[in-house]
C-alpha cells in the first residue's frame, strides 16, 4: 500500500511539474509530446531487455491505435485544465471518471451499475460542486471544461482497453498508446504552430521534471499493481489530488478554502465507493 501511494504522489508531482513549465512559457502541445515520447522512448527499451514480444495482430494493433487516440485527447484535456485551474481541482474534476466509465459500461451492454455507485453519484456531484466553489467565487469554467473533458475521454478509452486489450502485456499497451500519444500531439503541434518552450530555466525544470515523474509513475504502476491487483488502482487515482491539494500549497501558492477540501473529500470518498470492489 505504501508503494501505491508513493506512485500515486508521484503522479500528483508530475503534474505540479507541468503546472510549472506551463507558467513559464511552456504550450499543453509541446509538454504532451515531450512526456509521451520520451515515456514511449524508456518503455521500448525497457521491453527489449525485458524481451517482451511486439508481435499482434493487425486488428488489436488497430483496436490499440484507435485507443491511443483517445488519449492523446485525454493528454490535452487534462493538461490544459492543469494550465488553466489549480491543480488539485483539475484532477478532482478528471477523477470522476470512474463514476462515467459505469455509465459508458452500462449504456454498452455491460452490467447495471451497483447500489453503491448510484449512490456514489449524487455524492460526487455535491462534493464537486464544493470543491470547484460554485457556490462562491467560480473556478474558471473552461479548465474545469477540459477536466471533464478528460474524465470521458479516459473513462471510454478504460471501457475500450477491457474489451479489446485486456490479455495484450501492460507494458506494450502503454508504450503502444504513449507512442500514438506522442505522433498524434506532434503532427497537430507542427501543423498549428503550436509548440512553445519554456522562457525560463524554472519552465525547463518543470518540463523536465514532468517528463521523469510521469515516466517512473506510469512505469511503476504497472509493476506493482500485478502483484497487489487491479482494485488497487483506484487507491493511486482518488489519493492523487489529495496528494496535490498539500503539494501545490508550498509549491504553487494554490491554497484551497477548508469548504473545498470538504469537497474533495466527499469526491474521492463517492469515487472509493464506485471504483473498490467489496
Wanted: hydrophobic share 65%; charged share 10%.
Amino acid at each position: 500500500m505504501l508503494a501505491l501511494l508513493v506512485i500515486a504522489t508521484t503522479f500528483g508531482s508530475n503534474h505540479i511539474a507541468a503546472r510549472v513549465a506551463f507558467d513559464h512559457g511552456t504550450s499543453v502541445t509541446a509538454a504532451v509530446a515531450i512526456r509521451s515520447g520520451f515515456t514511449a522512448l524508456f518503455l521500448l527499451a525497457l521491453m527489449r531487455v525485458s524481451g517482451v514480444s511486439m508481435a499482434l495482430p493487425r486488428s488489436t494493433l488497430l483496436r490499440a491505435l484507435a485507443i491511443g487516440l483517445l488519449i492523446a485527447v485525454q493528454s490535452f484535456c487534462l493538461y490544459s485544465a492543469v494550465a488553466l485551474i489549480p491543480v488539485a481541482l483539475a484532477l478532482l474534476a478528471f477523477n470522476t471518471f470512474p463514476i462515467l466509465l459505469a455509465f459508458f459500461s452500462w449504456i454498452s451492454g455491460g452490467e447495471a451499475p451497483r447500489r453503491a455507485a448510484l449512490f456514489a453519484m449524487p455524492i460526487a456531484v455535491v462534493g464537486l460542486a464544493l470543491a470547484l466553489d460554485v457556490f462562491g467565487k467560480p473556478v474558471n469554467p473552461a479548465g474545469i471544461a477540459w477536466g471533464l473533458g478528460a474524465a470521458a475521454t479516459f473513462a471510454l478509452a478504460l471501457l475500450l482497453t477491457t474489451r479489446w486489450l485486456k490479455d495484450v502485456d501492460g507494458r506494450l499497451r502503454t508504450f503502444l498508446t504513449m507512442g500514438v500519444t506522442a505522433v498524434v500531439v506532434l503532427v497537430a503541434g507542427l501543423s498549428g504552430d503550436a509548440f512553445t518552450f519554456p522562457q525560463a530555466p524554472a519552465g525547463w525544470a518543470g518540463l523536465a521534471l514532468l517528463t521523469v515523474f510521469y515516466g517512473a509513475a506510469i512505469t511503476s504502476l504497472f509493476i506493482v499493481l500485478p502483484l497487489l491487483g487491479p482494485a488497487n488502482y483506484a487507491v493511486v487515482l482518488n489519493f492523487e489530488p489529495i496528494a496535490v491539494l498539500f503539494l501545490a500549497w508550498p509549491i504553487l501558492g494554490q491554497a484551497v478554502a477548508p469548504l473545498q477540501i470538504v469537497g474533495a473529500f466527499l469526491v474521492v470518498g463517492a469515487i472509493m465507493l464506485t471504483a473498490l470492489r467489496r
